[in-house]
């Protein structure tokens, strides 16, 4: 049974980190792409990051910005790095792979405030 767990969310600052964690078990994590998404209220959701199964990572527009993306295949384990969040990165974030059918997590919400 394909399971994502995300965990390390929460609430923080402007200006201030979180690293989230997608667990996963199931499948064979090391021959998969991994990517993370996040939805904000009101809005579709938004791709933010993918990692190949070489650890190489892409970020939207090809651009890393504040984000990154970075796995172990020994914990069978997916990360985002976020720095210097913004109240715009309020969202709920989702990791995700496709294997036939796309698979997620049940996100964990990130909310930027003062």
């Known amino acids: 049974q394909v399971q994502l767990v995300e965990s390390g969310g929460g609430l923080v600052q402007p200006g201030g980190s979180l690293t989230l964690s997608c667990v996963t078990s199931g499948f064979h994590f090391g021959d998969q792409m991994m990517r993370w998404y996040r939805q904000a209220p009101g809005k579709e959701r938004e791709f933010v990051a993918l990692?190949?199964?070489?650890?190489?990572?892409t970020y939207p527009n090809n651009k890393k910005g504040r984000f990154t993306i970075s796995r172990d295949n020994a914990k069978a384990t997916v990360y985002l790095q976020m720095d210097d969040l913004k109240p715009e990165d309020t969202a709920v974030y989702y990791c995700?792979?496709?294997?036939?059918?796309?698979?997620w997590g049940q996100g964990t919400q990130v909310t930027v405030s003062s």
């Open positions: 995700n792979f496709f294997w036939g059918t796309n698979y």
């Open positions: 990692i190949s199964s070489g650890s190489t990572p």
